[in-house]
């Protein structure tokens, strides 16, 4: 079974790699019972968002 | 040859890309965004990002399409950016930057001993993101959070997230592995979702 910090190292690496079967299995097990991690992973996808909104923002 | 601005509907080798007012717009206001950050000098980054795309006009009809010609562009930015900031001594060699970064303490204050979030620092849900984006003070904790990581977690996250950087052109470009690389992004989002759930979404913000 994932910790949350193995959790979350597994959310972060999936935005710069496909995940192995295993590792999305285990990732989804550990989410499922974990609300923690899944705030971590929306708000992962929310800071890649705005990283591009800012980038682009004209000022 | 067309003036920039002139139609370019065919555009599909870099000149005409780099004559493409909105490509070029979106272009120079990223670097400029990249450059300021890390080197903390509005007017030193102004003068890189100058340099790194009169480069690139030098050389625009060697490179076949956008990504190509942004990889290429960031790539001799970063570089005028070393240069700049060796100068200053503020960088004395971009190897020794993975040093003091790989003692990093942001691991054992978010995580217990057996790798569980402590209690005071779980992430919380922070509802819809539009509404942050809607508000200009969002984006001035935003560019505090990002200016906060430390350089070396800043310099790929940047590259990563918003030039758009794959990872082997990261790793390539800042010669460091890929462990290494998917080690200092986990950190750096690590921190800056900490950063902005402390300023921004949680107790302590406004």
């Not at chain 1, 710069?16 to 019972?33: A, C, F, Y």
């Not at chain 2, 625009?60 to 956008?66: D, E, I, Y």
């Not at chain 2, 970063?78 to 900031?85: G, P, R, S």
């Not at chain 2, 790793?171 to 460091?176: D, L, M, N, R, S």
Request: charged content about 25%; some cysteine; overall charge neutral.
């Amino acid at each position: 079974m994932l910790n949350c910090q193995a959790a979350t190292r597994l959310v972060s690496e999936g935005r710069e790699r496909p995940l192995t079967l295993k590792e999305r299995g285990l990732l989804r097990m550990h989410l499922l019972i974990c609300k923690a991690c899944g705030n971590f992973e929306k708000q992962v996808d929310v800071i890649g968002l705005a990283a591009k909104r800012y980038a682009k923002r004209k000022d | 040859m067309r003036l920039p601005g002139t139609d370019n509907s065919e555009a599909v080798n870099s000149e005409a890309t780099l004559a493409d007012p909105v490509f070029l717009g979106e272009l120079r206001s990223q670097m400029l965004k990249f450059a300021t950050l890390q080197m903390g000098d509005a007017h030193a980054a102004e003068d890189a990002v100058q340099e790194a795309l009169i480069g690139a006009l030098k050389n625009a009809n060697s490179f076949g399409g956008r990504a190509a010609l942004k990889t290429w562009v960031f790539a001799i930015l970063k570089n005028k950016i070393a240069d700049a900031l060796r100068q200053k001594q503020r960088l004395v060699n971009a190897s020794t930057l993975l040093g003091p970064e790989d003692e990093d303490e942001i691991l054992p204050t978010l995580f217990d001993r057996v790798g569980h979030w402590n209690p005071e620092e779980a992430p919380t849900g922070w509802g819809n993101p539009e509404a942050a984006f809607r508000e200009g003070q969002f984006w001035v904790v935003f560019e505090a959070c990002l200016s906060g990581l430390p350089a070396q977690q800043g310099r790929v996250f940047m590259m990563r997230e918003f030039v758009e950087l794959d990872t082997g052109e990261i790793c390539a470009t800042v010669g460091i592995s890929v462990s290494n690389l998917h080690v200092l992004l986990h950190r750096a989002r690590l921190r800056l979702r900490d950063c902005l759930e402390t300023n921004w979404y949680g107790k302590g913000a406004r």
